[in-house]
């Protein structure tokens, strides 16, 4: 590494990156090892309290001191929300690290990075300014429309655990995905296109107990763009608080590359786990999921499909299967299976005896998973939930005594040799995790950390019942790889969209890689609804094989088009498992 200082500035020449920063505004140029012009950088934070908005009035010059990696150059800078504040970017030889601090007292509403509020030079004028990127397409991990794999780098992005089916927030399928976005020049659909690299990446590089924000957004604005973090006024700082690194690099070869190494750095850093994975051989046998079926039942005949979870319902689905040899491993019981989601109860008159029935899948060879609900405070007392203003529970409050015994107690019966006897828990739901002002819960964790709080709980009671249990989550970050045994690559289709078609093999190969990525040990759940047509379905059916653990979500047909099953069909899907099972034992 090279450090020049030159009129008050610093210049500093890396193998990957050239950085010149300037010494009167808070301002640096960021290229590759190339010499193309990447970034314009605005050396701005606003980190916004309840206390009020976090401006910057003056921004001092640099000062660069040596450290072991490389250099640290730093800002002392004035706020209007807090006793001092301290912007600093940690060099190394091939990644720069932006980081902002804090002293004072305040709960956080807000983050900005690389941009902010700045009065500090007149000639600007006033107001929030942003950084600038020369990319023109940009990486999200975490899936949003299911229509595209990249987007234009001038619309925005989030990756976090708060989602839903509502206009706005259509990025559920991954709660969360790895916290990186990666941006290129070049107008490209194809992450796999040479004529897109080389990429630059944008990575939050923290640990899970620093994670106590809901969301991470890329925020563009009229060429220019920041980074936000949404704290929602529930991270308290008594002292000091130092955001988490964000991370820039340049040079990178290819997303899927950047997400490999994003987990791989973690790891080396002690900010995300290290898991020694000991699968069960049965967690790899080809997976059946009432849920599609219980939509085409719904679709066929009247009212909802959590109506359509019935003991009688998956008898003839499974009983239809077995006559055309299609005989899963693995049958998961969908919703609703329960009474309350918060207790999880079974419904005794959807699903009689269902401890019998249990045993007899074991009888025959097979395992039983029950779908969980996360976060829903159906059935449960408000001591043991998060609530709102008016005092009304808005989620189970992982943070609880209360929730916490409920929860193993309900886990032990659901999984152990006394209860149920059932052998793990489809996770789903994880997109709701409480968000918003005003509302209360009884520790410290928020967000990211506050959802990794809860499935922490499900994955230790889960294993304490029955330590075989497999838990199956839509987490594919390195942060949760310790509580979760296997990733499902979620739903197709957002089916709230008013075009809801998505390409089946191009949408879920994209998602399988990048789970594949960042933990080669993690097993993949491929799921299969919803499914726009039967072409897609067969498209679908042929690609499993190399992508995880096959997922069929249908017996007699596709609830969507509404086409009905023949015996071409399955074949194709005794075809498929075929398949699978011969890569599986290849790799045993």
């Known amino acids: 590494m090279e450090v020049r200082h030159q009129e008050g500035g610093v210049r500093i020449d890396t193998k990957a990156y050239r950085l010149a920063v300037d010494g009167a505004q808070p301002l640096?140029?960021?290229?590759?090892?190339?010499?193309?012009?990447?970034?314009?950088?605005?050396?701005?934070?606003?980190?916004?309290?309840?206390?009020?908005?976090?401006?910057?009035v003056a921004h001092g010059p640099p000062r660069v001191d040596r450290t072991a990696e490389g250099?640290?150059?730093?800002?002392?800078?004035?706020?209007?929300?807090?006793?001092?504040?301290?912007?600093?970017?940690?060099?190394?030889?091939?990644?720069?690290?932006?980081?902002?601090?804090?002293?004072?007292?305040?709960?956080?509403?807000?983050?900005?990075?690389?941009?902010?509020w700045y009065t500090g030079n007149p000639p600007w004028g006033g107001g929030e300014f942003h950084s600038q990127w020369s990319a023109r397409s940009l990486f999200d991990p975490s899936p949003d429309d299911p229509k595209r794999i990249l987007q234009p780098a001038a619309e925005p992005a989030t990756i976090g655990v708060v989602a839903s089916s509502q206009p706005g927030r259509g990025h559920w399928f991954f709660t969360p995905a790895p916290f990186l976005?990666?941006?290129?020049?070049?107008?490209?659909?194809?992450?796999?296109?040479?004529?897109?690299?080389?990429?630059?990446?944008?990575?939050?590089?923290?640990?899970?107990?620093?994670?106590?924000?809901?969301?991470?957004?890329?925020?563009?604005?009229?060429?220019?763009?920041?980074?936000?973090?949404?704290?929602?006024?529930?991270?308290?700082?008594?002292?000091?608080?130092?955001?988490?690194?964000?991370?820039?690099?340049?040079?990178?070869?290819?997303?899927?590359?950047?997400?490999?190494?994003?987990?791989?750095?973690?790891?080396?850093?002690?900010?995300?786990p290290r898991v020694a994975r000991s699968s069960q051989e049965w967690w790899t046998r080809p997976i059946f999921c009432g849920w599609g079926e219980q939509n085409r039942h719904a679709k066929l005949d009247g009212g909802h499909?959590?109506?359509?979870?019935?003991r009688d319902l998956y008898d003839r689905w499974l009983g239809t299967l077995a006559e055309q040899g299609v005989v899963p491993g693995t049958v998961v019981i969908d919703d609703r299976w329960q009474t309350t989601y918060g207790r999880n109860e079974p419904d005794e008159d959807r699903?009689?005896?269902?401890?019998?029935?249990?045993?007899?899948?074991?009888?025959?060879?097979?395992?039983?998973?029950?779908w969980l609900k996360a976060w829903d405070p159906e059935g449960l007392?408000?001591?043991?939930?998060?609530?709102d203003a008016l005092g009304r529970a808005v989620a189970a409050d992982p943070t609880s005594p209360t929730y916490e015994a409920i929860l193993r107690e309900s886990l032990g019966h659901l999984l152990g040799p006394d209860g149920l006897d059932a052998d793990g828990l489809k996770v789903d739901f994880t997109a709701q995790t409480p968000s918003g002002p005003g509302l209360r819960r009884r520790g410290d964790a928020w967000g990211v950390a506050l959802l990794h709080r809860l499935l922490a709980l499900v994955h230790r009671f889960a294993k304490e019942a029955k330590?075989?249990?497999?838990?199956?989550?839509?987490?594919?970050?390195?942060?949760?790889?310790?509580?979760?045994?296997?990733?499902?690559?979620?739903?197709?289709?957002?089916?709230?969209?008013?075009d809801p078609f998505a390409p089946a093999?191009?949408?879920?190969?994209?998602?399988?890689?990048?789970?594949?990525a960042i933990d080669p040990g993690l097993l993949i759940d491929t799921d299969d609804w919803c499914m726009p047509s039967k072409a897609e379905w067969r498209a679908y059916l042929s690609a499993k094989p190399s992508l995880g653990v096959p997922a069929l979500y249908y017996a007699t047909g596709i609830d969507h088009s509404g086409e009905g099953f023949d015996d071409a069909d399955y074949a194709a899907i005794r075809d498929s498992w075929a398949a699978w099972e011969a890569r599986r034992v290849q790799d045993a």
């Open 467 to 498: 330590p075989e249990a497999l838990i199956v989550t839509h987490t594919p970050s390195p942060l949760f790889a310790d509580v979760t045994d296997m990733i499902r690559l979620n739903d197709l289709m957002r089916l709230d969209d008013l």
């Open 181 to 272: 976005f990666a941006g290129t020049a070049a107008i490209a659909t194809d992450p796999d296109d040479p004529a897109a690299s080389p990429w630059t990446t944008l990575e939050l590089r923290c640990g899970i107990q620093a994670a106590t924000f809901s969301e991470l957004r890329y925020a563009p604005s009229l060429g220019g763009f920041s980074l936000e973090l949404a704290y929602e006024g529930a991270t308290a700082v008594d002292g000091s608080f130092t955001t988490p690194p964000l991370v820039i690099r340049t040079g990178v070869t290819s997303p899927y590359e950047a997400v490999r190494q994003h987990g791989e750095r973690l790891r080396a850093e002690g900010a995300a």
């Open 305 to 310: 499909p959590t109506a359509a979870s019935r």
């Open 71 to 116: 250099c640290e150059i730093a800002f002392a800078v004035t706020s209007t929300a807090w006793d001092t504040k301290e912007i600093r970017l940690h060099c190394s030889e091939d990644e720069l690290a932006f980081q902002a601090s804090v002293t004072g007292t305040g709960r956080l509403t807000g983050v900005r990075l690389l941009g902010g």
């Open 28 to 56: 640096a140029r960021l290229a590759d090892a190339a010499g193309e012009a990447s970034m314009r950088l605005s050396l701005l934070a606003a980190l916004d309290a309840d206390r009020g908005l976090d401006g910057t």
């Open 351 to 370: 699903w009689p005896a269902l401890r019998g029935w249990i045993a007899d899948r074991h009888a025959a060879g097979q395992r039983v998973l029950l």
């Open 505 to 516: 093999v191009a949408q879920m190969t994209h998602r399988a890689r990048v789970a594949a």
């Open 381 to 387: 007392p408000a001591e043991a939930c998060v609530t």
